[in-house]
């Protein structure tokens, strides 16, 4: 069965220090991988998406086939990336929908 | 654009009640989708709508759970009787493309509590 495991339900940090979200997932064929982020009193929205390759507020996230991992990286953590970060894999066999992890919550202190 | 709307944000009813969350997409969003969070687990889908049609219902809890979208436009979702299980955030998201690689739009959620 598919699934997503994000170990840390909570993460602590201190502002300036490098961040790293674990995210490792189970999928035999080829997945989509995103990370969602929900900051306090918003709506959870996306922040990456492995197919674009992309770095979002200073977040980059590789996807690690061998390992099936697609953990969330930031080099200098802010405060304001104090968040709940939610890992993803959505596929396009079986249907559309996409699967969650727990979640991680994030809490970068002064 | 106007995002996704979900309405009510917050809901307390009684055990055995019966209650109804909305969601109104993204105009021009075909795919709806709903999804769950229990307190201290994942978020887990309930079901999808392409239109009108139910793409995909697997993720529906049980028959107390009953979803439409008449007109291909807003959605409810009517819990009928609530449990004390059925406690959690709602969330609707729609996209354009029926495979979600470009991710949702989520709305900001219904937060049901059934004391």
């Known amino acids: 069965a598919q699934r997503v495991t994000q170990p840390e339900k909570l993460l602590s940090v201190f502002k300036g220090a490098p961040v790293e979200l674990k995210c490792n997932y189970s999928y035999s064929g080829s997945p989509e991988l995103f990370w969602y982020v929900q900051y306090s009193r918003q709506r959870l929205q996306l922040l990456l998406r492995?197919?674009s390759r992309e770095s979002i507020k200073g977040f980059t996230a590789d996807l690690n086939k061998g390992e099936t991992s697609f953990h969330l990286k930031k080099p200098f953590a802010q405060e304001e990336d104090s968040a709940m970060y939610y890992c993803a894999l959505s596929h396009d066999t079986g249907g559309f929908k996409t699967i969650f992890g727990a979640g991680t919550r994030l809490f970068v202190k002064a | 654009e106007a995002g996704v709307t979900q309405f009510p944000s917050h809901s307390v009813i009684e055990k055995g009640q019966t209650v109804t969350l909305r969601c109104d997409p993204i105009s021009g969003h075909d795919n709806l989708y709903w999804y769950r969070r229990v307190m201290g687990k994942e978020i887990k889908f309930l079901l999808h709508?392409?239109?009108?049609?139910?793409?995909?219902e697997s993720g529906m809890p049980n028959n107390r759970f009953l979803a439409e979208r008449t007109g291909g436009t807003y959605s409810t979702l009517k819990v009928q009787p609530a449990e004390l299980e059925d406690s959690g955030v709602y969330f609707c998201?729609?996209?354009?493309?029926?495979?979600?690689?470009?991710?949702?739009?989520f709305g900001s959620g219904t937060r049901l509590t059934v004391v």
């Open positions: 492995h197919i």
């Open positions: 998201a729609s996209s354009q493309a029926q495979f979600p690689n470009y991710g949702y739009t």
């Open positions: 709508f392409v239109k009108e049609s139910k793409q995909d």
